[in-house]
């Protein structure tokens, strides 16, 4: 009790510090979506930004030198997942490892039914409950800064983040109740089966079909979509959107840039 009632003390001195300008910049430089965020929200996420740097530790892999435009390019990004919520900044989360691009991991991987292969494989980016730590490629999350219509992988890798804070990988993250989980877990799976059925019919969709394949993956494609074409999302998926709005407690399609052919998928 003594230790989180501490924790919660220093996580409030660190939110009420000011950000140094040349921060600031490079966050407004390398996440759009900050700069149409009302300025209250900025607030909050600004000083969300300064616990995270404060708890995780970065590292960088394959003769990467870390730089604080990595570090705030990555942690604004997360930290735009916690804004309106009580959090406790990605508890299952301790170290962010960073390579330059593309790296090889070992791994077992399905195929087909009971068909699974061992080797290595090409990854731009990681996490796993239990893990505690995330793999991203620098130049990957780069790619989402520079246009923000495509996918995210920072905003997918922490939404996996999310749904391990119910202890597991079921991509229903920690709600409320056990109600609210069951609602939640019903609209989901209406969603992926529909995703699926647009998989295999070649239907264009807003959502990537990455998230076809399970539910973990269909909640970080849903995030990724909500945060980066919600109002796309909104047209296509109303119900998917309301759930992921009442979740998130924000609207991004109130102040999203996209333009009017955003919605024709």
């Given at each position: 009790?003594?230790?989180?009632f ?5 996580r ?10 040349s921060w ?10 900050f ?12 000083g ?6 404060a708890e995780?530790?970065?590292e960088g892999?394959?003769g ?11 942690a604004?990004?997360?930290c735009l ?5 009580p959090t ?5 989360l301790?170290s962010?490892l ?12 399905r195929v087909d039914?009971d068909?699974?292969?061992e ?10 409950l ?6 991203l ?12 219509n ?25 709600l ?8 939640w877990?019903r609209?989901?799976t ?9 998989q ?6 807003v ?11 269909f909640?970080a494609?849903a995030?990724?979509a ?8 909104q047209s ?5 959107y ?15 840039a ?6 024709l998928?």
């Amino acid at each position: 009790m003594v230790f989180g009632f501490l924790r919660q003390r220093r996580r409030e001195q660190l939110r009420a510090r000011p950000l140094p300008d040349s921060w600031r910049r490079i966050i407004e430089r390398n996440v759009p979506i900050f700069r149409r965020l009302p300025v209250e929200d900025q607030a909050e996420l600004l000083g969300h930004v300064q616990v995270f740097l404060a708890e995780k530790r970065f590292e960088g892999c394959g003769g990467l030198e870390l730089t604080d435009e990595m570090r705030l390019t990555i942690a604004a990004q997360a930290c735009l997942l916690l804004l309106h919520r009580p959090t406790d900044y990605f508890p299952d989360l301790t170290s962010i490892l960073l390579y330059p691009s593309e790296y090889t991991e070992h791994s077992v991987r399905r195929v087909d039914g009971d068909i699974w292969e061992e080797g290595p494989e090409e990854r731009l980016g990681h996490t796993a409950l239990r893990l505690r730590a995330m793999v991203l490629a620098w130049d990957a999350v780069r790619r989402a800064t520079d246009n923000p219509n495509a996918g995210n992988l920072v905003i997918h890798e922490f939404a996996h983040q999310l749904d391990f804070e119910n202890h597991g990988s079921d991509g229903t993250p920690d709600l409320p109740t056990a109600a609210d989980s069951a609602a939640w877990s019903r609209l989901m799976t209406e969603e992926l089966q529909s995703l699926r059925r647009a998989q295999a019919t070649g239907t264009p969709t807003v959502l990537d079909t990455y998230g076809a394949q399970n539910h973990a993956e269909f909640f970080a494609v849903a995030t990724e979509a909500f945060f980066q074409r919600p109002r796309a999302l909104q047209s296509q998926h109303p119900r998917l959107y309301a759930a992921l709005q009442r979740y998130f407690r924000q609207d991004p399609a109130s102040y999203s840039a996209e333009p009017a052919t955003a919605f024709l998928i």
